[in-house]
């Protein structure tokens, strides 16, 4: 069964500051999705990026940015120019290519930001 | 164009009751998924539809069952709640199980 695994429960960045959230990952598919999801009080999970297994080129998203390292199974989120918007709970998960496979979900890391 | 919609946004059912959460997923998408996120937590799968019938479940007894409707819509039933089953429970749809999944805001389920 596939795991996802987020070591850091919470983390702060001061406005406009560099933040980067870790993920870990653990399956024996060869062909999958990984994700970054935003949740903010508001509960509703907003997807910022999505990343394609086969492809070895980092996905970006404006200010979002992920470092996707297949062989270590490591997928972190870089957050430039941090606002407060930014702001939320945020979740890591996998997906199989399969279909109608299931999203697995890390157990999240709240991130603060100072201003 | 509607995104997921969730009814209702809160609930509050007393221990050995039965519930009914509602989703209507983003126009165009004929698949829906249930997760159940309790505080503090990442949301754990519970069951997908497609088709009008169960294509993949979760570790979840067989309390929570579900359907789904031919205009896509689908439900959620919980029966004999127990405490534990309080959480956020979100509905997501996307079109055919492999292209991006939208979420709704969730239902908060209290059980008391």
């Known amino acids: 069964a596939q795991t996802v695994t987020q070591s850091q429960p919470e983390m702060s960045v001061q406005e406009a500051e560099t933040v980067t959230l870790s993920c870990t990952y653990d399956?024996?598919?060869?062909?999958?999705?990984l994700f970054w999801y935003k949740q903010p009080p508001s509960r509703q999970m907003i997807l910022v990026i999505r990343q394609e297994a086969y492809k070895q080129q980092n996905a970006t998203e404006n200010r979002f940015s992920v470092n996707f390292q297949k062989a270590a199974k490591s997928f972190s989120l870089k957050i430039s120019d941090s606002q407060l918007g930014d702001a939320a709970m945020y979740f890591c998960a996998y997906r199989s290519a399969r279909i109608g496979n299931k999203l697995v979900f890390g157990a999240g890391t709240i991130l603060r930001v100072k201003s | 164009d509607a995104g997921v919609t969730q009814s209702p946004t809160h609930l509050i059912k007393t221990r050995g009751q039965q519930v009914t959460l509602r989703c209507s997923p983003k126009?165009?998408?004929?698949?829906v998924s249930w997760y159940q996120q309790a505080l503090g937590q990442g949301p754990q799968f519970i069951f997908q539809?497609?088709?009008?019938?169960?294509?993949q479940r979760g570790n979840f007894p067989d309390r929570f069952s579900g359907h789904q409707f031919p205009n896509y819509s689908s439900e959620l039933n919980v029966n004999a709640l127990l405490l534990g089953d309080s959480a956020l429970y979100l509905c997501?749809?996307?079109?055919?199980?492999?292209?991006?999944?939208?979420f709704g805001q969730g239902t908060r389920l209290t059980v008391v």
């Open positions: 539809y497609y088709e009008e019938e169960e294509r």
């Open positions: 997501a749809s996307s079109l055919g199980g492999y292209t991006e999944a939208f």
């Open positions: 126009s165009g998408h004929d698949t």
């Open positions: 399956t024996s598919e060869s062909d999958y999705y």
